[in-house]
């Protein structure tokens, strides 16, 4: 999940392929480490994960020339590339975290997106529908932008006020009312509750998502 919040998916390849090399280095080093030094295919497994996470409990040993060479490459390969995984994982949730204390908001999407105006417990569902579809949303609502996925840029202020809808930037389009399926679903349900005087669930203004062509 922490990847999914704090990546975009550019991110996310890069770590999905550094990770599948450096379990297939592992893997590669453990099986010509076994066969080898004549060990067990577990025990060779056993002695990969160690030299490749600099635990290396000396309890298995290399026993001669090549055993040595397989673990240097081992050793050379696998360790950068897991460093390079949790660099990747530390770095993303730092830069995330300072950008939204910092209140250094995403560029504006370009091109056509989604303005999702308002918060309920239905919101965070809609944009991790619409991120996950790969729609640039913008919500307006008054909450800590922290508290959104990465992905979303956040307008914080009341929706209620004209100004704070107008730097959204609505007017750039033929706007028309939007919902993805799910949204329509939960939609309809809310109106109904409305309908029936028990109002939205979590109470306040269920949320309007809003397609867009851009800024003008």
């Not at 010509?32 to 160690?50: E, K, N, R």
């Not at 000396?58 to 055993?67: K, S």
Request: net charge positive; aromatic share 4%; with cysteine.
């Amino acid at each position: 999940m922490l990847l999914v919040r704090v990546f975009g998916v550019r991110h996310r390849r890069h770590v999905a392929i550094l990770l599948a090399a450096a379990v297939a280095c592992l893997l590669a080093g453990a099986a010509l480490f076994a066969a080898t030094q004549h060990y067990p295919l577990p025990t060779g497994l056993y002695w990969a994960i160690t030299t490749a996470t600099t635990v290396g409990y000396g309890d298995v040993l290399p026993r001669n020339a090549v055993g040595k060479v397989i673990a240097s490459a081992v050793m050379l390969t696998t360790i950068p590339l897991l460093a390079s995984v949790f660099a990747l994982m530390t770095g993303a949730a730092a830069a995330a975290g300072v950008r939204r204390i910092l209140a250094m908001g995403h560029r504006f999407p370009d091109g056509a997106y989604r303005i999702v105006i308002g918060m309920n417990q239905a919101v965070p569902a809609i944009l991790d529908e619409l991120v996950l579809a790969g729609d640039p949303v913008v919500l307006v609502a008054d909450v800590d932008p922290a508290s959104v996925r990465a992905e979303v840029h956040v307008i914080r202020g009341d929706p209620t006020q004209l100004p704070v809808i107008r730097s959204a930037r609505p007017a750039g389009g033929a706007a028309g009312s939007h919902h993805r399926r799910v949204g329509r679903r939960r939609a309809g349900r809310r109106r109904a509750a409305a309908q029936a005087g028990a109002g939205p669930a979590g109470g306040g203004p269920g949320p309007l998502a809003v397609r867009t062509r851009g800024a003008a």
